[in-house]
């Protein structure tokens, strides 16, 4: 694809950042850029973008991203954590009814998928939540719909209710609740025709068919590939009927699906399923944190941040964190520290996880990272006792000492007394965080990363 | 001439029931386009930054495409700095004629290639509900219009349904339609089609076929092998390959473009549904990306939402209030 996802994007930054040690307000704005340039390629309304890209850079800036020592990480990691916020983290079921039989109604535009998806949704609660449903043709205008519909029930062995298309979809609505009253079909899915948001007429049927079969859910079917008009769309036909969650279409397809993040930002509606393929098996339960990831193209970024907050002990994390509080840290837990980054597995392995690193510059540094993980272990290894415990004392004879004994130079000895300074910082925040609704956040950053 | 005073002529010649129809169709794009320029003007006085941002942003709300408006927006600010623009009122005509002269690259050729003898075939292809069925029963309604003895293949034999969604076209239009059952192979379809529609002295032969996303490989073939199929029988055949793009779709309908035109060398496209709100900039994104017209738009559901496309008349429509003022 011609789409560079936003690790590929940011890596130019990064690697700036990295041979320059810190990080500068520039920095983080040319970040942004590529956030918002990546996130208008994926199709995401400019608007929300605008606002979401306001939102990140507040938080880019802030203590969080501008102190660590792996700002590039962190503001994939503030980037993630906002898209979530905003995509939901929740996975949100279908409704039921507590009054048998539960009223779905499916609206969208023409040609997003609405019929096919009736079919999957019946399969769905069939197989995975042994219900009966009963779907209805209320597409009386789009030739053939009603056939369709039909054909697929015939497929699936299951109940489509319908009256022709010279009745009434209202009526053909009502009447379907009523069959299913009868014959104990706990669902009715009501398939209805395509239309433009801006159809009056069609629009106030669906209101009709609203009022009368008192719908539990309301799904609006979207098509992932919809550009930047997805907000036009979804705003109107939520603030016409009051849909009650969104059904992405068409995943299967190599969009990268931006109109999620829009629908969800202005209708603020869980998107409840994705269509996955053509086969009446391939709806899924919409998982937003991974459709964040879709979007922004990120690949296993996230499995690498997640890796990182699972991998440190819990027990151990406390521990150094009270030892944070009493301000006692030695180079003792630093090793530990480092143990547990190595109890991730090699560091190459967790790049490989970042999309396209393989291509990239950033993974040969990586395999010096590891070497230098070995450096760092043996300049602790020669410090005494008493300077892991208490490395104010170390001064400049005893700096050489070590150097000597491990091998190393004096500036790598520095480097590091310069690190576990800034480790200390970091272990403040990350305590003062833990503290906070989140665990582990924080720690990603690694002083040798 | 200029460009726009060439339009304007070209505009007010057309006969009023296309125009009022092409402008009814537009008007939601023209309205919001130019609605947003004339308060970007209206709100940035100077050239700077921020107004470049802006713009960007109006582009982009029009589905134009990341790339393209990036280049246009560099050349903008190029062009602002050697003229020394400053008022955002004097950059205006600068930004319509760069977009101008995107879509004019060349000559364009939305003339449907239909043969003087004997038989024309078109193929439709595209994703999955952009409206390739609706599309050969508008494209059969105006052919037969001409006086055109036409058919159509139903070459679509995957989706429930579709068979018969082409057989009710086929009535309403009033022509025939070659059809086997659902499941059987569509290249069949097309060979058993060629053939009526030779026999029994046909002028044009409008082939659908299910709709398929870009990336699935196996389609893909299924699709060349299809293509492939029709020119055996007919060597020059197919005549036309319309690739069917939704308006509604962003970014990816330049991936639909790039693929079906690379596995079936597609020659024109047909943009459907400009009915709506979507703003179908993605026109110029296409324009500018790769070398196929677009020859059709659609325009609504019913038979005679269908009208060629014209590229002055589409800038024109967007750009209209400014070009005035
Ligand atoms: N508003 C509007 N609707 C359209 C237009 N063209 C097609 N449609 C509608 O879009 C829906 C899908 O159209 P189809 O012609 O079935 O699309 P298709 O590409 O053949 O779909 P598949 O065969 O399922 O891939 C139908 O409800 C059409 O009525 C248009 O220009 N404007
Ligand atoms: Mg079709």
């Known amino acids: ?449 | 001439m200029s460009f726009f005073d060439k339009l304007k002529n070209k505009f007010s010649n057309q006969s009023d029931g296309v125009t009022s129809k092409f402008k009814d169709g537009l008007s939601k794009t023209r309205d919001n386009f130019t609605g947003r320029m004339n308060e970007l003007f209206a709100q940035y006085r100077t050239v700077d930054e921020d107004f470049f941002e802006e713009l960007e942003e109006i582009l982009i709300g029009a589905d134009v495409g990341v790339t393209t408006v990036m280049e246009l927006v560099e050349e903008l600010e190029h062009e602002a700095r050697i003229q020394n623009i400053t008022d955002t009122r004097k950059l205006a005509p600068v930004i319509s004629e760069k977009l101008a002269a995107k879509l004019e690259k060349r000559e364009d050729d939305t003339r449907l290639n239909v043969q003087k003898d004997g038989l024309t075939v078109f193929l439709f292809v595209g994703v999955n509900g952009v409206g390739k069925t609706t599309t050969i029963g508008k494209v059969a309604h105006s052919f037969k219009q001409e006086g055109k003895k036409v058919m159509l293949a139903a070459g679509d034999t995957f989706r429930a349904g579709a068979i018969e969604q082409l057989e009710v076209w086929g009535e309403r239009v009033g022509v025939d339609v070659i059809k086997q059952q659902a499941g059987s192979d569509p290249a069949a379809v097309m060979y058993d089609a060629i053939q009526s529609a030779r026999s029994r002295k046909a002028d044009i032969l409008l082939c659908d076929t299910a709709g398929r996303l870009q990336n699935k490989v196996n389609l893909m073939n299924e699709l060349e092998k299809v293509k492939r199929v029709i020119s055996k029988e007919i060597p020059d055949a197919p005549h036309e390959v319309l690739l069917v793009l939704d308006a509604t779709t962003g970014q990816n309908a330049l991936s639909q473009a790039k693929t079906f035109k690379q596995v079936t060398n597609i020659s024109g496209i047909v943009l459907t549904k400009l009915d709506g709100t979507a703003k179908g900039g993605i026109v110029l994104a296409i324009r500018n990306e790769l070398d196929v017209p677009v020859k059709l738009i659609g325009l609504g559901e019913k038979v005679e939402d269908l009208q060629p496309f014209d590229a002055e008349q589409f800038v024109y429509g967007l750009f209209k209030e400014l070009v005035e003022a």
């Open chain 1, 1 to 449: 694809m011609a789409f560079e996802g936003l690790a590929e994007r940011l890596q130019g930054t990064f690697d700036k950042i990295k041979s320059r040690g810190v990080v500068t307000e520039a920095d983080v704005k040319e970040m942004m850029r590529e956030v918002r340039l990546a996130l208008l390629e994926a199709d995401v309304n400019f608007k929300v973008v605008k606002k979401f890209v306001n939102d990140v850079k507040e938080r880019a800036t802030g203590q969080e991203v501008m102190k660590s020592l792996t700002p590039g990480q962190q503001v994939i990691k503030v980037v993630n954590e906002e898209l979530t916020n905003l995509m939901g983290k929740e996975q949100s079921k279908i409704a039921v009814s507590s009054k048998s039989p539960t009223v779905v109604m499916m609206v969208g535009l023409q040609g997003a998928g609405k019929t096919t998806t009736t079919a999957k949704l019946a399969q769905f609660l069939r197989k995975k939540n042994n219900r009966k449903p009963l779907m209805a043709a209320a597409d009386v205008y789009r030739p053939a719909a009603i056939k369709q519909l039909e054909t697929l029930g015939t497929e699936l062995s299951m109940p489509v209710f319908s009256m022709g298309d010279q009745v009434s979809p209202v009526e053909i609505a009502t009447r379907s609740v009523e069959q299913a009253k009868e014959d104990h079909q706990d669902y009715v899915l009501i398939d209805t025709a395509g239309r433009l948001h801006l159809d009056e007429t069609l629009m106030d049927e669906l209101v009709n068919i609203k009022e009368a079969v008192n719908p539990d859910e309301i799904l609006l079917v979207v098509d992932a590939m919809t550009g930047q008009d997805a907000v036009n769309v979804a705003e109107s036909f939520n603030e016409q009927l009051g849909i009650t969650g969104v059904v992405l279409t068409k995943l299967d397809g190599d969009t990268r699906g931006g109109a999620a993040i829009s629908v969800k930002a202005v209708t603020d509606k869980p998107i409840k399923f994705a269509g996955t393929g053509e086969k009446i098996d391939a709806l899924e339960v919409f998982h937003p944190e991974r459709m964040a990831s879709r979007i922004l193209g990120m690949g296993d970024v996230l499995s690498l941040i997640e890796k990182a907050e699972f991998s440190v002990d819990e027990e151990k994390a406390k521990e150094m964190e009270r030892k944070m509080r009493t301000a006692d840290l030695t180079f003792d837990d630093f090793l530990e520290q480092l143990e547990q980054v190595r109890g991730m597995g090699p560091l190459d392995e967790l790049l490989n996880m970042i999309p396209g690193a393989g291509k990239m510059k950033g993974l040969k540094n990586a395999q010096v990272d590891e070497s230098q993980i070995g450096r760092v272990e043996a300049i602790v290894r020669s410090m005494t006792k008493k300077e892991k415990s208490e490395p104010a004392i170390i001064n400049a004879s005893r700096k050489r000492r070590i150097a000597k004994g491990s091998g190393t130079t004096i500036q790598d000895v520095n480097r590091l007394l310069k690190q576990f300074e800034d480790m200390k910082k970091m272990m403040k925040q990350m305590s003062s965080m833990s503290k906070g609704k989140k665990k582990g956040k924080g720690n990603m950053s690694f002083p040798f990363m």
